[in-house]
C-alpha cells in the first residue's frame, strides 16, 4: 500500500520555526521526485517546493525562497522541510507528493496533476 504521511505541524508564532516530514512506503522512493504543496482556505493548493530523487536538484516557490528548506534522506524514504521566519501567510495545511519519474520538472514542479501520489496533509498555522 503507497503511503505518505506528513508529521511536524502545529501552532508558531511568526517569525517561528517548523520542520515538516514526509515518510514514504509503498512504492520504489528512488522513482519518484516528492513535493510538498499547500492550501489555504478558500485558496488553490500552491506548489511550495520539490526535491529530486537522485541528484536532490530544489525548486521552491518565490514566496518561499530563502525561508524554507527542502531536503531528502534516501535511506529513511523521508523528505523534510525546514520552515524558518515563518509568517501569518504560510498558515495552510501542506501536503507531501510524489511524482514518477524521479525528478522535477523546471517547469510543472508545481502542477499538483502531476504528482501520483499524496499524502493526508498537516496543519500550520502561524500566529501573528
Known amino acids: 500500500e503507497v503511503q505518505l504521511v506528513e508529521s511536524g505541524g502545529g501552532l508558531v508564532q511568526a517569525g517561528g520555526s517548523l520542520r515538516l516530514s514526509c515518510a514514504a512506503s509503498?512504492?520504489?522512493?528512488?522513482?519518484?521526485?516528492i513535493g510538498w504543496f499547500r492550501q489555504a482556505p478558500g485558496k488553490e493548493r500552491e506548489g511550495v517546493s520539490c526535491i529530486s530523487s537522485s541528484e536532490h536538484t530544489t525548486y521552491y516557490a518565490d514566496s518561499v525562497k530563502g525561508r524554507f528548506a527542502i531536503s531528502s534522506d534516501n535511506a529513511k524514504n523521508t523528505v523534510y522541510l525546514q520552515m524558518n521566519s515563518l509568517k501569518p501567510e504560510d498558515t495552510a495545511v501542506y501536503y507531501c507528493a510524489a511524482e514518477a519519474p524521479g525528478y522535477c520538472s523546471a517547469y510543472a514542479w508545481a502542477a499538483t496533476y502531476d504528482y501520483d501520489y499524496w499524502g493526508q496533509g498537516t496543519q500550520v498555522t502561524v500566529s501573528s
Open positions: 509503498g512504492f520504489t522512493f528512488d522513482d519518484y521526485a
